[in-house]
Antibody
Framework: EVQLVESGGGLVQPGGSLKLSCAAS????????IHWVRQASGKGLEWVGH??????????TYTASVKGRFTISRDDSKNTAYLQMNSLKTEDTAVYFC??????????WGQGTTVTVSS | QTVVTQEPSFSVSPGGTVTLTCGLS?????????PSWYQQTPGQPPRTLIY???TRSSGVPDRFSGSILGNKAALTITGAQADDESDYYC??????????FGGGTKLTVL
């Protein structure tokens, strides 16, 4: 079964850091780009960023609001992608989903992990 | 900054047909934006319905279809059912490996 499982969410103070993980199974992880998408409570989905595969030098892109604060990485040996979040703001509070890239879209979604930024 | 626009809400009668749209605050949507569509019910992750304008994701019934209508991408649901009542999101590929979601449409079936 193709699956993505996020973990690492929690409560963090403004200005703090948190690292999310996305564990993949059931497909060739090293051959798939990965996106992170977030959703604040009661709000819509927001694309956060993307990491390409090794043959594309693991290149990353981000939405403007997180650029310079968030970093996406991956460890193909562990079938895991990561979202390092620094300088967190209250507006970063959301459920964070990792998703598999497919044909300029996403096809597989994890269940999400909740990040709360609050003092 | 370009905004992806969707109707905030829509309603359809059971058995009816509804078309949701996905546009740009500036410019027209074409297949070059690779529009995709996602369905989400409360408390659940999204489900991929359509990608690359009009290709249905695995397991998606053929009453869901995607297209370009005029200057927008469109998701048409034919023969709406009660469990189609969900939030629907489109995503556009803006180039340079950047994607933008629309604000979503809340579909009511009544």
């Amino acid at each position: 079964e193709v699956q993505l499982v996020e973990s690492g969410g929690g409560l963090v103070q403004p200005g703090g850091s948190l690292k999310l993980s996305c564990a993949a199974s059931g497909f060739t992880f090293s051959g798939s780009a990965i996106h992170w998408v977030r959703q604040a409570s009661g709000k819509g989905l927001e694309w956060v960023g993307h990491i390409r595969i090794k043959t594309n030098n693991y290149a990353t892109t981000y939405t403007a609001s997180v650029k310079g604060r968030f970093t996406i990485s991956r460890d193909d040996s562990k079938n895991t992608a990561y979202l390092q979040m620094n300088s967190l703001k209250t507006e970063d509070t959301a459920v964070y989903f990792c998703t598999r890239d497919y044909s300029h879209a996403v096809d597989v979604w994890g269940q999400g992990t909740t990040v709360t930024v609050s003092s | 900054q370009t905004v992806v626009t969707q109707e905030p809400s829509f309603s359809v009668s059971p058995g009816g047909t509804v078309t949701l749209t996905c546009g740009l605050s500036s410019g027209s949507v074409s297949t070059s934006y690779y529009p995709s569509w996602y369905q989400q019910t409360p408390g659940q992750p999204p489900r991929t319905l359509i990608y690359n304008t009009n290709t249905r994701s695995s397991g998606v019934p053929d009453r869901f279809s995607g297209s370009i209508l005029g200057n927008k991408a469109a998701l048409t649901i034919t023969g709406a059912q009660a469990d189609d009542e969900s939030d629907y999101y489109c995503v556009l590929y803006m180039g340079n490996v950047i994607w933008v979601f629309g604000g979503g449409t809340k579909l009511t079936v009544l």
